[in-house]
């Protein structure tokens, strides 16, 4: 398996702009989390889903932000509109039980000028 | 009081010696421990998992769990170079707040060659 894909690695926009960020899971897995880690904050859970379905979405941040899962193999987090102080790296990780670890994608690196 | 506490660092040990690696976690009800390995630019890596007090190890690498002190630490033994990297504490928690993992700060390790 190739793991978590995340997909871009880098996005640059400015601010107002719509950006989507896109995670597909490994294969297998029913959970699907999608964190955001600043130096400030460290790792925080944004949302995550079981079985594509949102089950916890208490760590957004406001709603500029959303996430879908259409199937087991793709999920997005969207922004919209973006403003600077999204800036951060946002990672996808998936799982196949709840009280097992994760697998973390490679991060989008996110810079909202 | 944070969820998760670890010494930011960073620590500093000589190749060869024994890094010691410490966390708190504030939740009783906590099940289940996690320690990451991030290397500067990568994503998490999940480097051990530990469910039940004791010691568990898994070559270089021993994590000891205790819930009455809640205290969890990752003990490296014969440290190498490649180790030097920020180290993330993980507690899972559930109870009548549902699930949330949650990330403590990290100890960034240094392994002086």
């Not at chain 2, 670890?6 to 890094?19: D, F, K, R, T, W």
Request: aromatic share 12%.
């Amino acid at each position: 398996d190739a793991g978590v894909i995340q997909s871009p690695r880098h996005e640059v926009t400015e601010m107002g702009q719509e950006v989507t960020l896109r995670c597909k899971p490994i294969s297998g897995h029913d959970y699907l989390f999608w964190y955001r880690q600043t130096m400030m904050r460290g790792l925080e859970l944004l949302i995550y889903f079981n079985n594509n379905v949102p089950i916890d979405d208490s760590g957004m941040p406001e709603d500029r932000f959303s996430a879908k899962m259409p199937n087991a193999s793709f999920s997005t987090l969207k922004i919209q509109p973006s403003e600077p102080r999204d800036s951060a790296v946002y990672f996808c990780a998936s799982s196949f039980a709840l009280n097992y670890g994760y697998t973390f994608g490679s991060g989008t690196r996110l810079t909202v000028v | 009081q944070k969820e998760v506490e670890q010494n930011s660092g960073p620590l500093s040990v000589p190749e060869g010696a024994i890094a010691s690696l410490n966390c708190t976690y504030s939740d009783r009800v906590s099940q289940s421990f996690f320690w990451y390995r991030q290397y500067s630019g990568k994503s998490p890596e999940l480097i051990m998992s530990i469910y039940s007090n004791g010691d568990k190890e898994d070559g270089r690498f021993t994590a000891q769990l205790n819930k009455a002190s809640q205290y969890v630490s990752l003990l490296i033994r014969d440290s190498q170079p490649s180790d030097s990297a920020t180290y993330l504490c993980a507690v899972n928690r559930g109870g009548t707040g549902g699930f949330k993992t949650i990330f403590g700060a990290g100890t960034r390790l240094f392994v002086k060659a």
